[in-house]
């Protein structure tokens, strides 16, 4: 509550074009978080982009508009993740597992990145990290994950994170090069925030 009360305060203290510019920082992150295994793995870039797709269908489409977020990331990650998991599932551990620790960290930093916004991260944490998974559809569906869920909830919500739409599409913009060429997440978040904040200074001057 403390935290959320800051940010109101926050919010209503910094001028709007800072904010707007500042609203685009989590998503380039996210960016940051997915893209570079998408460039690595076909599989993973597929789950990002279909995750991608399926968000703005849930988004623009009529009925399918009127469906929650937070339910339709969970739908979403089900159908990429899980369909992701039956055809391509993840290779059998190495004999030596130690090697591979790092990136299942970091996976489920990932998941507990996403714990604050969907139920359903919330719940697999506490459900099934207790001890070591086996079941490889079911570890395949966890490594795809991250990537399902970010990618939904970035696209489209991106686009209507700053003041206006062509602000939004050059941090998106920005953030998916510097992704794509392996910068980090703080660095993706800060160049995406300063690409909003000096477009969102130089477009009232701007004959649009």
């Not at 969970?74 to 993740?81: E, M």
Request: glycine residues 6%; aromatic residues 8%; hydrophobic residues 55%.
């Amino acid at each position: 509550m403390l935290g959320t009360a800051l940010g109101a305060a926050a919010g209503n203290i910094l001028p709007t074009v800072l904010t707007n510019a500042l609203g685009i920082a989590i998503y380039g992150m996210f960016i940051a978080i997915i893209l570079p295994p998408a460039k690595e793995n076909r599989v993973v870039a597929g789950v990002v982009v279909l995750s991608m797709v399926l968000s703005a269908l849930f988004t623009y489409l009529p009925v399918l508009c009127n469906i929650s977020s937070g339910f339709r990331i969970i739908v979403i990650t089900l159908i990429t993740a899980g369909g992701a998991a039956l055809l391509f599932p993840i290779p059998d551990e190495p004999a030596e597992p130690e090697k591979e620790m790092p990136h299942e960290v970091e996976v489920f930093l990932y998941i507990l990145v996403m714990a604050a916004v969907t139920y359903l991260i919330r719940m697999l944490p506490l459900t099934l990290i207790r001890r070591k998974i086996t079941n490889r559809t079911l570890r395949s569906f966890l490594y795809y994950v991250p990537y399902a869920t970010l990618s939904a909830m970035t696209f489209p919500a991106i686009l209507t994170a700053t003041g206006s739409a062509i602000s939004a599409a050059l941090g998106f913009a920005a953030a998916l090069i510097l992704a794509f060429r392996g910068k980090s997440l703080l660095t993706v978040a800060i160049i995406a925030s300063a690409t909003v904040l000096v477009c969102e200074l130089i477009l009232p001057y701007l004959p649009l």
